[in-house]
């Protein structure tokens, strides 16, 4: 199944993707695809429903919401990708390295990327992002995750390197930029994609800039959720970006970042693409 919140900003409605023009709006069953109502049994509640029998609507007459509505956590995993992590000059990592960016970043996955005021090195990355379903805490193994995932996405994770890696402090100062996390196009649940060996790639105005697989990754998407659990509880709606493979602006030689008037295109096979402009902050 395809989850989706389509609509204008702050009043997007719940819908099922039923094809790849179509969907249903699901709004009389559950309110939004959100914490609270993910942890009453919004799914569930949905998939009993006859979809068939309903109304059905072309995507392309409205706006793609970021799937999930106001996670309460948006969590990164770094330099988790080996190649990514050898453009870098960095010695790949003995455990996962996470840390935060502000929710409030999170935004639909064709929705606008602002450059910060006089920015000079914001950055892309393609990520397949972790959709988390139900509570988790303290997880016994790896293999014990994928019970707490509600699903996959495409996050494209922007990263502004001066204020994440010049300036003193965590790298949450270069992540948390408004619209630095569109999210989309909508949630493929767990039940229906394996997400351990697929293709993922982000252009630049038509240039492709990173091409690569998730069996690149150093620490498999179960084993970061696991991991991240034993420290913090996860819960429903909470996204994990899970990294980025090598291609990154800052990873070129000479350097190739974003500075306004650029279209970034994401995409991930089995989920689908997101399609971004990229503008000066006004």
Known sequence: MRIARLGAFEAERPAVIVSDQEAVFVDDLIADWNRVELENGALEKVRAADLDSRARVLISDYRLGSPVARPTKAI??????????????ATPPPEPIVFMKAPDTVIGGNDDIIIPPGSLKTDYEVEICVVIGKSALYLESPAQAKEYILGYTISQDISERHWQIERHGQWMKGKSFPSFNPVGPWIVTADSF?????????????????????????????????????????????????????????????????????????????????????????
């Open 76 to 89: 990164c995993v770094g330099l988790n990708y080996l190649q990514h992590a050898i453009e870098t000059g």
């Open 194 to 282: 394996e997400p351990d060996d697929v293709r993922l790639w982000c252009k630049v105005d038509g240039e492709m800039r990173q091409d690569s697989r998730t069996n690149d990754l150093i620490f498999g998407i179960n084993h970061c959720v696991w991991y991240i659990s034993q420290f913090m509880e996860l819960k429903a709606g909470d996204i994990i970006n899970t990294g980025t493979p090598q291609g990154v602006g800052m990873g070129s030689n000479p350097t190739r970042y974003l500075l306004g008037g650029e279209v970034v295109e994401t995409g991930i096979e089995g989920i689908g693409e997101l399609r971004s402009q990229v503008r000066n902050y006004r």
